[in-house]
């Protein structure tokens, strides 16, 4: 099969993009483009391309110290930054409808395709900001598009260990701001951030409205606002998949592995090798969070119980919700730790209204295949 497609990857912030972006960079005659939504290709140069590697991140990626963003060399604007790139691309409407028009977008991603193009390569865009706008698009670049789904948990654990201190991460900081913009969940976001935002001004300036007035939430703010998003997320973006890969199961089943290579394969003509795909340890040292009762919470908040276990919902998110909640065993939560809490919550967010404790279905043994 000829290389004629444009492959999308999206997912959410620590759920293996970077691991599978570098196996899609290992072929030849791909350019594939790191987190293109970025803010700071808007302030890109040469120089700064060369300094950035996933050796010196921190973040545990793999690559070695090949520069993260070499494949934007060839777009470069002389005056600095990519071209046509506007930095309020990064989380400006995320949550874009497939109908929407969205002229500045489409041009620069129609940038990025040419520029690899006219060098006889297949453009790959991996990018952890693109599920709310996976249909947008699909409807607008056709393309194969691979959505990248992780155990909620384990996700919301990965970015929440790389605190330094107990302030947020800017993962979090942007689950917060991507949370307060999502349309027609208001009420939602005032419950559970307890603060409504006004979302005007630029990025930077929402994240430092939501940095000043969440930067003492406890941790269940976060592990929720974090859900809320993560739901909403995958219930615009599975319906264009053309591919869900299952992370988890990737590291752990060579089996699993290889049928994703095919199905890969079939679907753009691109063979990236997973053999090495290793799943990292558990985070053994949770928050003392009660997760189970804490994500009922979002579901019912939201009014989600038919998008998760109704008939026609995707099997994949039952599976990634239950099985995950049932299997982490939260932390002792004594006393002091629920007084810190409960201030806390006075402080950065509201306390949710304890939801009834609704079994979800016991539909766990459902399958879930990777094509849909």
Known sequence: MSHTHTVFVHSGWRCSSTYVWHRFRALAGVRAYYEPWHEQLARLTARTIDVET????GLRHPGGTEPYLKEFEV?????????????????DRFWIEPEASDLAQQAYVEELVAAARARGETPVLACC????????LKRRFGGFHVVLIRDPVQQWLSFYSLRKRPRPTYFELC????????????????????????????LDDRVAAVRRHLKRAPASVSFQAFLAVWLRSYLKALPDADLVVDVDRLARDQAYAREVETAIEAGCG???????CRAPAPHGIAPPIAWRKAARQVVDLMDLHGAIVGPQAPPILFRKLAPAFAAVTPAPVGGLTRLGEALGGLVGGAAVARAPAKAYAAAATRTDGSRR
């Open 75 to 91: 777009v470069l604007d002389p005056a600095g930054g990519v071209r046509r790139f506007e930095p309020g691309f990064a989380l």
């Open 129 to 136: 900001r693109t599920l709310g706008r996976a249909g947008w």
């Open 175 to 202: 689950h917060y701001v991507l949370l307060s913009e999502m349309a027609g969940c208001g009420d939602v976001a005032r419950t559970l951030l307890g603060h409504e935002f006004d979302g005007r001004g630029t």
């Open 54 to 57: 996933p050796e010196n991140s």
């Open 270 to 276: 691109l063979k990236p090798d997973f053999s090495d």
